[in-house]
């Protein structure tokens, strides 16, 4: 197969499940490279196939010859691109860039929500959760994505944040398994939200295998 993605432990990488979800709905296939987390010879085993040691990273074998790709964003624009025809953004310019805003955001912000709820599909952590939330900065970060996924919902009427599924949804679909995870309450049209993902056919198989990974890598 032309495509590969290495990825880290389905349980705790959310940089991973990003660009794997996205091109799963797309139809893209790939193969699946998993290298465990937080192992003595994980960045070695990692810099084999990726420059900067981390995970994800795309390597597309196909005709034009080797290309590998790293960053979950870059991964998913090049997949919409090459394998997509466009697809896995809305076909309207001003919805596009709503969406565009929407996955950058979430790629680069909301550091208090990834430091103090860190994804751990397994677990559920709701003492913790309740710890988290109070705090000003992870409050600051829930309202936020609250009040994100409810005015593209408003807008789009669904059943995804921007109509039909998009990377948006995947770049979000970790912030919803912490929120399962730490007990974050949801208003019925965002909760809904939440299990329309959660539902989702390779959102599943991905929860499957994360609850099936052996290693625990205990509180990161």
């Known amino acids: 197969?032309?495509?590969?993605?290495?990825?880290?432990?389905?349980?705790?990488?959310?940089?991973?499940?990003?660009?794997?979800l996205a091109m799963s709905m797309a139809g893209i296939a790939?193969?699946?490279?998993?290298?465990?987390?937080?192992?003595?010879?994980?960045?070695?085993?990692?810099?084999?196939?990726?420059?900067?040691?981390?995970?994800?990273?795309?390597?597309d074998a196909g005709a034009e010859g080797r290309l590998t790709v790293w960053d979950s964003l870059a991964i998913c624009e090049y997949?919409?691109?090459?394998y997509a025809a466009g697809r896995m953004w809305p076909a309207e310019r001003q919805v596009r860039a709503r969406a565009r805003s929407a996955a950058a955001e979430m790629h680069a912000g909301f550091a208090a929500l990834r430091t103090h709820m860190s994804m751990d599909i397994r677990a559920r952590k709701f003492e913790r959760g309740?710890?988290?939330?109070?705090?000003?900065?992870?409050?600051?970060?829930?309202?936020?994505?609250?009040?994100?996924?409810?005015?593209?919902l408003a807008a789009s009427n669904g059943p995804f944040l921007f109509g039909d599924f998009s990377i948006a949804d995947?770049?979000?679909?970790?912030?919803?398994?912490?929120?399962?995870?730490?007990?974050?309450?949801?208003v019925p049209a965002l909760a809904a939200y939440r299990d329309r993902i959660v539902g989702l056919e390779p959102m599943q198989q991905w929860i499957a295998a994360a609850t099936a990974e052996v290693e625990d890598l205990g509180e990161h």
Request: proline residues 6%; glycine residues 4%.
């Open 1 to 20: 197969m032309a495509l590969t993605l290495v990825i880290g432990n389905k349980n705790y990488s959310s940089w991973s499940l990003r660009p794997w």
């Open 30 to 59: 790939f193969d699946e490279l998993r290298i465990p987390l937080d192992q003595p010879d994980t960045k070695a085993n990692i810099l084999r196939h990726s420059p900067t040691g981390k995970v994800p990273c795309l390597i």
């Open 79 to 82: 997949a919409n691109e090459a």
């Open 130 to 152: 309740e710890a988290a939330q109070a705090r000003q900065d992870v409050a600051a970060d829930i309202a936020r994505i609250r009040a994100l996924w409810g005015e593209a």
């Open 170 to 186: 995947a770049f979000f679909a970790p912030v919803l398994m912490r929120f399962v995870t730490y007990g974050v309450e949801l």
